[in-house]
């Protein structure tokens, strides 16, 4: 039987996720805590808690991604400045078109974390709205770590 209690504490295991705004990791505290002690109480609690954290890993590895696909290029353009800098003394716009690639680079991992940012609200708060419903929410992109 599901209650309205266990809907409640479902929403909050979702809206927990925010916490992560307010301290470190809290988009994996808060609802880890919430979910581990009432997970016991029912099956809708149990599979609220698990969606949530295997959003949140995989949003994770998502951002940890694209960090990592990042960063050489990032490593590239500063040498790539410096060597410039080097040769030529200083460095003006014009100069900056060779580096066309690497820029356009940024600016697609830049839209990809906004895309990813709003996907997190808007799933986040989804999964609120369905868990007060007593229905199961099915986060995209998430990959099942937690079975």
């Given at each position: 039987m599901l209650t309205k209690n266990h809907k409640n504490i479902a929403s909050f295991i979702h809206i927990g996720t925010?916490?992560?705004?307010?301290?470190?990791?809290?988009?994996?505290?808060?609802?880890?805590?919430?979910?581990?002690?009432?997970?016991?109480?029912?099956?809708?609690?149990?599979?609220?808690?698990?969606?949530?954290?295997?959003?949140?890993?995989?949003?994770?590895?998502?951002?940890i991604t694209m960090v990592l696909i990042c960063v050489p290029i990032a490593i590239n353009f500063g040498f790539s400045i410096e060597q410039l800098n080097d040769i030529k003394g200083s460095i003006s716009f014009s100069d900056l078109t060779s580096f066309t690639g690497s820029i356009i680079a940024f600016i697609i991992l830049?839209?990809?974390s906004a895309i990813l940012l709003v996907i997190d609200l808007y799933a986040t708060i989804m999964g609120a709205i369905k868990a007060s419903e007593g229905e199961l929410y099915h986060y995209p992109l998430a990959i099942r770590f937690i079975k």
């Amino acid at each position: 039987m599901l209650t309205k209690n266990h809907k409640n504490i479902a929403s909050f295991i979702h809206i927990g996720t925010f916490a992560k705004y307010f301290f470190p990791f809290g988009n994996f505290i808060a609802p880890l805590l919430i979910w581990t002690v009432n997970k016991d109480r029912s099956n809708f609690i149990d599979q609220n808690g698990k969606q949530v954290l295997n959003f949140q890993i995989s949003v994770l590895l998502y951002f940890i991604t694209m960090v990592l696909i990042c960063v050489p290029i990032a490593i590239n353009f500063g040498f790539s400045i410096e060597q410039l800098n080097d040769i030529k003394g200083s460095i003006s716009f014009s100069d900056l078109t060779s580096f066309t690639g690497s820029i356009i680079a940024f600016i697609i991992l830049g839209f990809l974390s906004a895309i990813l940012l709003v996907i997190d609200l808007y799933a986040t708060i989804m999964g609120a709205i369905k868990a007060s419903e007593g229905e199961l929410y099915h986060y995209p992109l998430a990959i099942r770590f937690i079975k």
